[in-house]
């Protein structure tokens, strides 16, 4: 039993921290992976045990996006201001103050009400409401006096893709066409903000992608996304379909419409390569004329509050608008935005009709601002690229239950995250300059959490986790550039970055006062130090090289001197991620390889003792995590798709692997941290923005050997 107990002692005091980062010359770049370490004092015990577990995707979490591609726009009765909502996952609501045209804030909405391509606002600009471009759809509502989320309303399953909206002259429902197969409209009551009622058009209506009001409010006029294109007419009062217009062959997929004030005509832009502008006679309704712009993809429409002119937007790079003059129905004049000002996806037109404001679809979004008489550019507005993006660096403070991992991104972020209710918590963002958070090192006894960026020279950046503020950075001497691996021995107060240089080298930090305590300059040829692992208890640090072969180098911390080199095999290249079994003397490779390979390397004699070849499509190991209390350790791809491998250890085997979600986006795996108590573990995306996927590593089911039945 002595023994035991000391042997879980001696793991409790370990702690490892694999990192991976920067890649070079076609590779993607690796990752900073995190592995605590369990105790192994009952090895014995689970040997006599045999367990059943299962091996699975237990959700994702997206983290805060940049601000990119305005998708919808509200602006006040007033024109003060102009509320855009944003094609992200989870949305943003950005808003702008027109007086000085500039970006004023900003609101984050709720996980999965994602994707607003429709808005409306009510008429006495006290709230907005904003339509989802997801399945099913939602509607988000929004408090303009204070700018905040009010709540949501989710429609039925099948009422999808809210992709326009219009509002009832008196303010009391709003109308959400859904894009489906077989158009639908569905009925919000503003008064309780409840779903009120849906209508199916016939079939064959399909797609509805544009809507109009007529000015009275008695009749609504949807578009559809087929071909030709249809016009389908429906009485509100009575809620019912009155009708339906059926355009000439090649005037398809209407995704724009205008009305005139006085209700008369109504005007609607194709959604491909035919180029025209539809009217359609409203007392009539009756297909009157077709007037062609030479301009493809019409995807927005407005119309000045006199009714003299149209305005149509072309899908062009760079954007473009067309202004039309109604009256004579002929193309005025046009204006061709800036270069990058491209793929415009939302307008709205000033109260007074002498300005229009245009989103696009860019990274980060844009607002460029228009006059219209004569038609001119006015100037354009950028919003924030400030989103947390590609997360590179991870670590875990298993104890309080908060993971907290890096972006690449300039500057860096780091973002919080609560394990027991797998929840973004909060976001700290660096100063200037310190910026690609490529490793990261955490002392979660003493409060503090370090991340070293991908910068010349590299910086150390310290984070207070009990306030989660930025307390302090260390830049490190000229030439210490690129941290892209980091391990920490919190007992002995010192932390070790690797360096993308070559030849590599590993700079000491003292973590008591902050400061460089010195470096050592590793041989020619053992370059990019990509991964790293460490043993405290046996004092030394082992860094793995981007190179061709990969190697594995070992440094002695208590004098801290370069102990040995193992050049692996040909073909074992670019080691991104490791993880560390100190007690049974052991460390294990990941290879950004075609396919993927684990190596594994005898500790006390620095010597390869076998290597595992993935399957197939396993492809770039950056990021890795263990589960020694299991005698598992699991490899996340840098690879579309991502797949999460199961390795393992006292067999030296394949288990299995998780492919994840294609759509989720759940790829690009480049960091990770475990929670081996809990018996999850957290991989991080390189996505904009990033996403955290939690994957259950197992709930056993016990059974006793069979001497004891």
């Not at 009120?196 to 209506?205: I, R, T």
Request: overall charge negative.
């Amino acid at each position: 039993m002595h023994k035991i107990i000391s042997k879980t002692m001696r793991s409790l005091v370990i702690l490892c921290i694999v990192l991976t980062a920067i890649g070079i010359a076609g590779l993607s770049r690796p990752v900073k992976v995190e592995s605590a370490m369990l105790s192994k004092g009952f090895q014995s015990i689970r040997n006599s045990l045999s367990l059943d577990s299962t091996f699975t995707r237990a959700g994702v979490i997206r983290f805060k996006p940049a601000e990119y591609a305005p998708t919808s726009a509200v602006i006040d009765p007033d024109g003060k201001f102009i509320y855009f909502g944003l094609n992200t996952e989870p949305s943003l609501i950005v808003k702008v103050r027109l007086s000085d045209f500039k970006r004023v804030a900003t609101i984050t909405l709720n996980k999965g009400e994602d994707k607003l391509y429709s808005a409306v606002m009510d008429p006495a600009g006290k709230f907005a409401y904003f339509g989802t471009n997801t399945e099913p759809g939602k509607v988000i509502k929004v408090r303009l006096s204070n700018f905040t989320r009010v709540g949501a309303v989710t429609f039925n399953s099948g009422e999808d893709r809210l992709r326009d909206a219009f509002i009832d002259p008196a303010g009391d429902y709003a109308y959400f066409p859904t894009y489906t197969e077989q158009g639908m409209v569905v009925k919000v009551d503003l008064g309780t903000f409840t779903r009120a009622d849906a209508l199916m058009f016939n079939p064959g209506e399909n797609w509805p992608d544009s809507a109009v009001i007529d000015p009275s409010g008695d009749f609504a006029y949807f578009g559809t996304g087929t071909e030709p294109g249809k016009v389908v007419k429906v009485d509100l009062s009575s809620f019912e379909r009155a009708g339906a217009l059926t355009l000439k062959s090649g005037e398809n997929y209407l995704r724009s419409a205008v009305i005139d004030p006085a209700g008369k005509y109504a005007y609607f832009g194709t959604g491909d390569n035919s180029d025209s502008v539809v009217k359609v006679d409203l007392t009539t309704f009756q297909r009157v004329g077709d007037l062609v712009l030479g301009e493809n993809y019409l995807f927005n429409a407005l119309i000045a509050p006199a009714g003299d002119y149209a305005y149509f937007t072309a899908d062009t790079n760079p954007g473009k608008v067309v202004k039309v003059d109604l009256n004579s129905f002929t193309v005025d004049s046009s204006v061709t935005f800036n270069a990058g000002e491209n793929d415009i996806q939302s307008a709205v037109i000033y109260p007074t009709g002498d300005l229009a404001y245009f989103g696009t679809g860019t990274f980060p979004g844009m607002v460029v601002k228009v006059q219209l008489s004569p038609l001119s550019r006015n100037g354009a507005i950028t919003f924030e690229d400030n989103g947390e993006d590609s997360l590179y660096s991870a670590v875990i403070d298993n104890a309080n239950g908060f993971a907290y991992f890096g972006t690449d991104t300039t500057p860096g972020i780091v973002v919080k995250m609560s394990l027991p209710d797998f929840n973004r918590v909060e976001a700290v963002t660096f100063n200037v300059g310190e910026s690609s958070l490529y490793s990261a090192a955490i002392d979660a006894a003493n409060g503090f959490a370090y991340f070293g960026t991908n910068t010349n020279p590299g910086k150390v950046v310290k984070v207070d986790l009990s306030n989660f503020k930025r307390v302090g950075v260390l830049t490190l001497d000229p030439g210490e550039n690129a941290l892209t691996s980091a391990v920490i021995d919190p007992d002995a107060g010192f932390a070790y970055f690797g360096t993308g240089t070559s030849p590599g080298k590993i700079v000491k930090v003292k973590l008591s006062d902050f400061t460089r305590v010195g470096a050592v300059t590793l041989n020619a040829g053992e370059n990019l130090l990509t991964s790293a692992v460490i043993d405290p208890m046996g004092g030394y640090a082992y860094f793995g090289t981007r190179t061709s072969p990969g190697k594995v180098i070992k440094i002695k911390l208590p004098d801290f001197t370069h102990a040995g080199t193992l050049t692996l095999q040909p073909g074992e290249d670019n080691l991104f991620s490791a993880v560390i079994d100190p007690e049974d003397g052991f460390a294990y490779l990941g290879a950004a390889t075609t396919p993927g390979k684990v190596i594994k390397v005898k500790l006390s004699d620095l010597s390869r003792v076998d290597a595992l070849t993935l399957n197939p499509g396993e492809d770039l190991l950056s990021s890795a995590v263990i589960d020694l209390a299991h005698g598992y350790a699991y490899f996340g791809t840098d690879a579309l798709p991502a797949f999460v491998v199961k390795v393992s250890l006292s067999e030296f085997k394949r288990i299995g692997a998780l492919e994840l979600d294609f759509e989720g986006p759940e790829y690009y795996l480049k960091s990770a941290v475990i929670d081996p108590a809990k018996r999850y573990a957290y991989f991080g995306t390189k996505f904009k923005p990033g996403s955290v996927v939690r994957i259950d590593l197992g709930h056993q089911i016990m059974y006793l050997p069979q001497v004891f039945r």
